[in-house]
């Protein structure tokens, strides 16, 4: 998966939300899941080859609040250029409040794996089959949610020319289980 730079400049994805250029997936069927449930888990073997330049650094997984209650996700893992992955997770549903956690730290161009899970209202992420390290919801009280595995370029550089890439993004494995039930998996 790869970003190709600014939207001005190159043309590139974005959404009626957001301005930043994005590659993304999306759950489509289930459109969206119930945050209580017993099992609500993306998990995904990765190698990032170089980040962005932005503070946290590239999105590369999301958990995101149902489209007709919300347009802001529940959370978003970071990956930055240093290897430092981040979980941002919301406030409120609102949005623009974002409380940032260090989750862990991989070195650029090394595969690892990581796993969102939000059951029974319990929001968390591993690394690399590490132990569960749990993050507040705060407000957002369990809001039906989906999943975007994705490359999201959250630098605010102007970029005047093609720019290839800010992030360059192998998916290795992804997989996928809501309520209970494993409805996607993908090897490449």
């Known amino acids: ?33 119930d945050p209580n449930a017993k099992t609500n888990r993306l998990n995904a073997t990765i190698q990032v080859t170089k980040a ?6 590239t999105v590369i997984g999301q958990i995101h609040i149902d489209d007709s209650i919300s347009t802001k996700p529940v959370c978003e893992l970071y990956y930055n250029k240093a290897g430092v992955i981040t979980m ?12 940032y956690t260090q989750v862990g730290n991989v070195p650029v161009g090394t595969k690892f794996d990581y796993a969102i899970i939000y059951e029974k209202n319990v929001l968390g992420v591993t690394i690399n089959g590490g132990k569960l390290k749990t993050l507040s919801t705060n407000e957002l009280d ?3 949610s989906y999943f975007k595995p994705q490359v999201l370029d959250t630098s605010s550089a102007e970029r005047l020319e093609p720019y290839y890439p800010p992030l360059v993004y192998a998916v290795l ?6 309520f209970g039930t494993q409805f996607l998996k993908l090897h490449l």
């Open 88 to 99: 941002g997770v919301e406030k409120t549903r609102a949005g623009g409040s974002s409380i």
């Open 1 to 33: 998966m790869k970003v190709i730079g600014s939207p001005a400049s190159t043309g590139c994805v974005t959404t009626k939300n957001s301005k930043h250029c994005r590659t993304e997936l999306r759950e489509i069927k289930p459109s969206s899941w």
């Open 52 to 57: 962005d330049d932005s503070n946290y650094g």
């Open 173 to 178: 494995f992804l997989n996928v289980w809501v």
């Open 142 to 144: 369990a809001p039906k």
